[in-house]
C-alpha cells in the first residue's frame, strides 16, 4: 500500500526508504502518482504558453520529467533528493536571469515545486495530489486575480480589508479577556463585537458588489439594518411621507431591515451565550422566515432601479460600528447597575428601557449574566423583545404616516409573537 505519514518525520521516514525497501508495486504507485502530478501542472503551463503566445522554457514534458525527478531522486537517498533540488533550483535562477520578455517567475516557482511534490509522493500520495491540484488552480487564476486586484478591489477596500484582518489576527488575541465591572465591560468582547459589526458590514458590502440591479434594494435595506434598523425604518417612513416612494415596497425594505436586526442579534448572542443561542435560534429563524416572505411580498411589484456600483465605497464604516459597540457596552453597563441597585426590578425595567432604543445591548446584558432556566432573566428577554417590536412600530407610524405603519405594523407584531410565543413552547 502507499506510504502515509506516522509519527516519526518526514526526513526519518526518507531516510528509511530505499529502492530495496519498498515492492515493485509500490514503486510504480508512486512513479505514476509523481507522473500524474507533473502531467496536471504542466498542462496547465502549457495551454497558458499558447494561450499568451509566450515563450517559456517549461512545458507539460519538462514538468513532469521534474515531478519525477524529484521521486526518483529522494528515493535513492535525501542527499541526492536535495542535490537534485540545488540543480532544478539553479535552473530556475539562471532561467529568471536570462529572460527579457517575460519579467515574471511564476512558472519558475512552480517548476521548483514540483520537484518536491514529486519527492512527497514518497510519504503521501493523497497530500501531494492535492497540492498539485491547489498549484494547477493559482496558476490557472491568473486572469481572474490580476484582474480582481486591478478592477474590482478599490484602494479603499484593500485598506480596510487589512485593518479588519489586523484587528482579527493581532488585537484581538492580544486583548485582555476579563470584566473591568461584575460581567460587563470586558474589553475583548467590546472588540469582538465591533470585529462581528465590522465583518457584517463588510460582507453586506461585497455582496452587494455582487448582486444585481434588481436585488439591490433587497440587500441595501438588510445591510442598513445592521447599522441600525430603526434609523433605517425612520429613513424609508420619511421618503414615504415625502411620497418619494410607495409605502407597500418601503414597508418591505423596513421589514428586511428588522431580519438584520434578529440575524445580528444571533451573531451577538453566539459570541457571549451558546445555551442563550440555542434557546433563541429557532425562534428567531421562524421570524426571520416571516419577514423575508412578507417583505418580498410587499416589494414585488417595485420598479428596480440601476444599480451603479460606487467603487469608492468604503467595505465598512467603522465610525458607525464603533458607534454601535460603544452604545452596546454603555446600555449593558447601565442595566448592570441597575440590576445590581435594584435587583430582579432592576434588571427588567433596565432591559425595557433599552430595549425601546438598541435591543442587542439589552439582550447581551442579559444573557451574560445566566442561564435560559433563569426565570427572571428569561421574561426580561421577552419583555425587551416585545418592546422592541412596539417602538418600531410607533417609529413607523410617526415617521410614514398611517399608511406606511399600518403595512408594517401587523408584520412586525406577527413575527414577534411568533417568536416570543415559540421561546414560551421550547422553555416549557
Not at 417590536?389 to 408584520?411: M, R
Request: charged share 10%; hydrophobic share 55%; proline share 3%.
Amino acid at each position: 500500500m502507499p506510504y502515509s505519514l506516522s509519527k516519526v518525520t518526514p526526513m526519518d521516514f526518507l531516510l528509511q526508504i530505499s529502492l530495496n525497501s519498498i515492492s515493485f508495486k509500490n514503486f510504480l504507485t508512486i512513479m505514476a502518482a509523481a507522473l500524474g502530478c507533473g502531467l496536471l501542472i504542466g498542462l496547465e503551463r502549457e495551454r497558458s504558453k499558447q494561450r499568451e503566445n509566450q515563450q517559456s522554457f517549461a512545458g507539460l514534458r519538462s514538468f513532469a520529467i521534474c515531478a519525477l525527478l524529484g521521486a526518483i531522486c529522494f528515493l535513492f537517498h535525501p542527499v541526492v533528493g536535495i542535490v537534485g533540488a540545488l540543480i532544478i533550483g539553479g535552473i530556475c535562477i539562471c532561467t529568471v536571469k536570462n529572460q527579457i520578455e517575460d519579467p515574471g517567475i511564476t512558472t519558475e516557482l512552480a517548476f521548483f515545486m514540483t520537484y518536491f511534490i514529486g519527492a512527497l509522493c514518497l510519504i503521501n500520495i493523497t497530500f501531494a495530489a492535492g497540492l498539485a491540484v491547489i498549484l494547477t488552480i493559482i496558476l490557472m487564476a491568473k486572469q481572474s486575480s490580476h484582474h480582481f486586484a486591478e478592477k474590482w478591489i478599490t484602494e479603499d477596500e484593500l485598506k480596510d480589508g487589512l485593518f479588519l484582518l489586523a484587528l482579527i489576527l493581532i488585537a484581538l488575541p492580544l486583548m485582555p479577556n476579563k470584566p473591568l465591572w461584575g460581567d460587563v465591560l470586558n474589553p475583548y468582547v467590546i472588540l469582538k463585537l465591533l470585529v462581528l459589526i465590522l465583518t457584517v458590514q463588510s460582507l453586506a458590502h461585497i455582496a452587494k458588489r455582487l448582486l444585481s440591479s434588481n436585488q439591490a434594494m433587497v440587500l441595501s435595506s438588510i445591510a442598513s439594518g445592521f447599522v441600525s434598523s430603526t434609523a433605517t425604518i425612520a429613513s424609508l417612513g420619511m421618503e414615504v411621507r415625502a411620497e418619494r416612494a410607495s409605502a407597500s415596497a418601503n414597508a418591505g425594505a423596513a421589514l428586511l431591515s428588522c431580519v438584520a436586526t434578529l440575524l445580528q442579534l444571533l451573531i451577538i448572542v453566539i459570541g457571549l451565550s451558546l445555551p442563550w443561542f440555542k434557546v433563541l435560534v429557532l425562534p428567531c429563524l421562524a421570524g426571520i422566515i416571516i419577514l423575508t416572505l412578507s417583505a418580498l411580498w410587499l416589494m414585488r411589484k417595485n420598479k428596480p432601479t440601476e444599480n451603479k456600483k460606487n467603487k469608492d465605497s468604503r467595505m465598512f464604516s467603522l465610525k458607525e460600528a464603533a458607534i454601535i459597540a460603544i452604545s452596546l457596552t454603555v446600555i449593558q453597563a447601565g442595566v448592570y447597575g441597575l440590576n445590581v441597585l435594584l435587583g430582579d426590578k432592576g434588571l427588567i425595567a433596565g432591559t425595557l428601557l433599552a430595549s425601546l432604543f438598541e435591543i442587542h445591548a439589552a439582550m447581551a446584558t442579559v444573557v451574560i449574566q445566566g442561564q435560559p432556566s433563569n426565570a427572571t432573566l428569561f421574561y426580561a428577554v421577552l419583555l425587551g423583545l416585545a418592546a422592541h417590536a412596539v417602538a418600531k412600530c410607533i417609529n413607523a407610524f410617526l415617521t410614514g404616516g398611517q399608511k406606511f405603519g399600518l403595512i408594517f405594523a401587523p408584520v412586525q407584531l406577527l413575527h414577534m409573537g411568533v417568536l416570543i410565543a415559540l421561546l414560551l413552547f421550547f422553555r416549557t
